[in-house]
């Protein structure tokens, strides 16, 4: 999705997209309804900041409905928060000597249909580096409706083993373990695995831009 339709109000429909598919819901409704209210933001007002309709918020906030990645990150950048604040309460003081370990396997799980996500650090809020590490479940094109767009940039660093690198500006790239890349996150991108065993790569993302 281009800048220009970051105000669009959209209806989507119950997966919103088809790249990125929610198999577990993540629960977020409660957290999400505390963040609009503290703003003293109706639905209304959130949904023209997010791009999302009414309909999809109140969904949200009631459990109704399990966002995608795309729409938590239209949530984060319309809410001016980051994710890691969707999931805890996080802390209000200033930015300085912060610090977060997360141990082996303790992350915020967000699965999806082609991805599987381990959120890192999610205790921090108002981080400019959203890190999390994923393994790459789609073996093929087909498993995405589109191409994933989001507002920012993204780091990508392959721990195990070998994938092939989708966008819509370049032709497609394969990358092994130990590879690394960098990219405008705006720009359509997928990730589908090729080793035979499905590939665990570290993400880094910034929620929008700096």
């Known amino acids: 999705m281009n800048k220009k339709d970051t105000h669009k109000i959209v209806e989507p429909k119950a997966t919103i997209s088809g790249a990125e598919q929610t198999l577990e819901p993540l629960k977020l409704g409660t957290r999400l ?7 003293n933001w109706t639905l209304e007002e959130a949904s023209k900041r997010t791009g999302l309709a ?10 109704q409905m399990s966002p995608t990645f795309e729409v938590v990150q239209k949530l ?3 809410l001016e928060i980051d994710i890691p604040q969707l999931f805890t ?12 370990v997360t141990r082996k396997g303790e992350g915020k799980e967000h699965p999806t249909a082609t ?7 999610t ?5 400019r580096m959203i890190p999390f590490k994923s393994t790459i479940h789609a073996r093929s094109m087909e498993d995405f409706g589109e191409l994933v767009r989001h507002n920012g ?14 966008s819509e500006f370049y032709e497609p790239i394969t990358l092994s373990e130990g590879d690394s890349l960098y990219y405008d996150s705006g720009m359509g991108h997928a990730c589908v695995s090729t080793s035979e065993k499905d590939a665990v790569i570290i993400w880094v993302s910034t929620p929008y831009p700096y």
């Open 33 to 39: 309804r505390d963040v609009r209210k503290r703003r």
């Open 54 to 63: 009414r309909s999809t918020l109140s969904k949200i906030e009631n459990d």
């Open 76 to 78: 984060v950048a319309g």
């Open 89 to 100: 309460k996080g802390d209000t003081q200033k930015n300085v000597g912060r610090k977060a």
């Open 115 to 121: 991805y599987e996500h381990e959120l890192l650090c």
């Open 123 to 127: 205790e921090i809020s108002n981080k």
């Open 153 to 166: 940039e993204e780091f990508l660093y392959v721990l195990e083993g070998q994938l092939t690198f989708y």
